[in-house]
């Protein structure tokens, strides 16, 4: 990644183009809590329909699902969250800050350099109460991971699929988790969404099945123009291995903050099926009828967040270049993932130019993601596009009044072509679908 791609240079990028706000900002905003705008909820949807169409859409051993986020209490005993899902958690005795103790390098507070408690384990998930009365017995959670909702309808979804082992069974949605240091923008925060997928298999080829899905996950990265040299593989240790899996290795990615996790791809064994059995009395096992045996299913999971990704992405893409003389700041978005795929930008505010670029936008947006902009100076509209990866604008000129002909300009190159508006469409579904990009997309031939 070059140097010049900071987190503040993103941060006052997406707040300047409406990607990404401050929560609450109005009443000074609530730490570590971000919003979506205008441009942020396209792209991220973009992100999570990507990874959806890899894993369920051009699959045929894959399955969504979309479980609600409170669940029975029992799901999170079963799950070991209510015993273990704590992270252990010092304070300052000088300034009171709070501080995660395996995240430090030194047994001293790093905003003051006072002492620390002794660390103690502080469970993340959040607690609420269902009904009108606060007692015990109405405590629920919100989910800290959507994983178990899978888990808990592995049967359900087995038996009405009418599906055999080896099944996933993918799902996008909001997780919880009280962090002791959320921040980084987005990269940490107490709300978030990941998109988890669990691949049941037979006992003996899960140690393939891993390898595989490790591979994959990588490979989705790099076919949304990821850069080869900001992402790498890290295997978990044996003494780093969470108590239920087998083994995990992380997809880390180098954000400006250093090589961080992106997602982890997991072995959890015959963990949860087990723990779910035990605690529900219902026999999760699944019978194999090529096989003629019975057996509890291995989980082999992949597990990445959507803002996190939809972050590496940002900064992946975040380029300054120097153009005669002046700095573009672009981002090159591959095209699945840019909130607009076209805009078109008639010259200038006139109006006998607006009919004609109003018909043009008309028959774009039947096909594409669209902007319509004909507001300030030309430049300053290019600017914003590029600054939102938009990877088309379409001019329309006088000219085009007389000859029916529109100038396509390519965001990455600068190159600009003038063609019939008869091609358009056509031409704007090949370039957008790889052809300028180079890249082998996943998108090709699908509604850009
Ligand atoms: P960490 O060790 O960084 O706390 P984790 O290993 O507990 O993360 P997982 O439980 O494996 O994370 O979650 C899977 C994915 O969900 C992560 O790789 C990350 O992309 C995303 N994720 C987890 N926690 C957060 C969070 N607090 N904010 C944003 N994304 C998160």
């Known amino acids: 990644m070059s140097d010049a791609v900071t987190m503040d240079k993103i941060v006052s990028l997406c707040k300047r183009r409406g990607f990404i706000f401050q929560s609450s900002e109005i ?13 942020g909820v396209e792209f991220k949807r973009n992100v999570k329909n990507a990874w959806w169409r890899s894993m369920v859409e051009t699959r045929d051993d894959v399955v969504g699902l979309d479980c609600s986020i ?22 300052c005795k000088s ?22 408690t002794a660390p103690r384990n502080f469970n993340l998930m959040f607690k609420t109460f269902m009904g009108a009365v606060e007692d015990d017995a109405a405590v629920v959670y919100l989910r800290p991971e959507t994983a178990q909702g899978i888990f808990v309808n592995f049967e359900n979804v087995v038996t009405t699929s009418r599906k055999r082992l080896p099944l996933g069974i993918a799902q996008i949605g909001k997780s919880f988790r009280n962090e002791i240091t959320p921040g980084n923008f987005t990269f940490r925060t107490r709300e978030f969404e990941q998109m988890e997928m669990e691949f049941f298999v037979k006992p003996g080829t899960d140690e393939d099945w891993f390898r595989y899905w490790a591979g994959e996950r990588y490979k989705w990265y790099i076919s949304l123009g990821m850069r080869a040299e900001n992402l790498r593989m890290r295997e978990h240790a044996k003494d780093e291995l969470a108590h239920y899996a087998k083994a995990c290795v992380d997809v880390e990615y ?17 963990y949860d099926l087990k723990q779910h059995s035990t605690w529900s009395g219902k026999d999760l096992s699944y019978f194999d009828t090529q096989d003629n045996e019975r057996y509890l299913p291995y989980v082999i999971e992949p597990s990445a967040g959507a803002d996190r990704s939809a972050l590496a992405f940002l900064a992946d893409s975040y380029t300054e270049e120097d153009v005669e003389g002046a700095t573009r700041t672009v981002l090159k978005l591959h ?7 076209v805009a078109v930008l008639p010259l200038s505010k006139n109006e006998r130019l607006a009919p004609f670029a109003k018909e043009v936008h008309a028959k774009l947006r039947q096909c594409f993601a669209t902007d319509y902009d004909d507001t300030q100076s030309i430049g300053r509209r290019y600017r914003r596009q590029d600054e ?32 019939p508006v008869e091609n358009l469409v056509d ?14 997309s996943l998108w090709a031939g699908a509604r850009a």
């Open 335 to 341: 095209p699945a993932l840019a909130p607009v795929k």
């Open 95 to 116: 300034c009171h800050m709070r501080w995660r103790a395996d995240q430090l390098e030194k047994q001293a507070c790093p905003s003051c350099g006072g002492e620390l």
């Open 254 to 270: 180098l954000f400006p903050i250093g090589w961080s996790e992106l997602e982890g791809i997991a072995n959890r064994a015959d």
């Open 388 to 419: 939102i990866g938009t990877p088309f604008c379409v001019t329309i000129d006088f000219e085009s009044l007389d000859d029916n002909q529109v100038t396509i300009r390519d965001r990455d190159s600068l190159a600009q072509i003038r063609l």
């Open 427 to 440: 031409t704007l579904k090949t370039k957008l679908a790889g052809e300028a990009f180079g890249t082998d």
């Open 70 to 91: 409170m669940m029975h209490p029992m799901v999170w005993k079963a799950s070991g969250h209510i015993e273990s899902f704590s992270d252990p958690l010092v304070e």
């Open 27 to 39: 009443y000074g905003g609530l730490a570590s809590c971000w919003d979506y705008g205008p441009v």
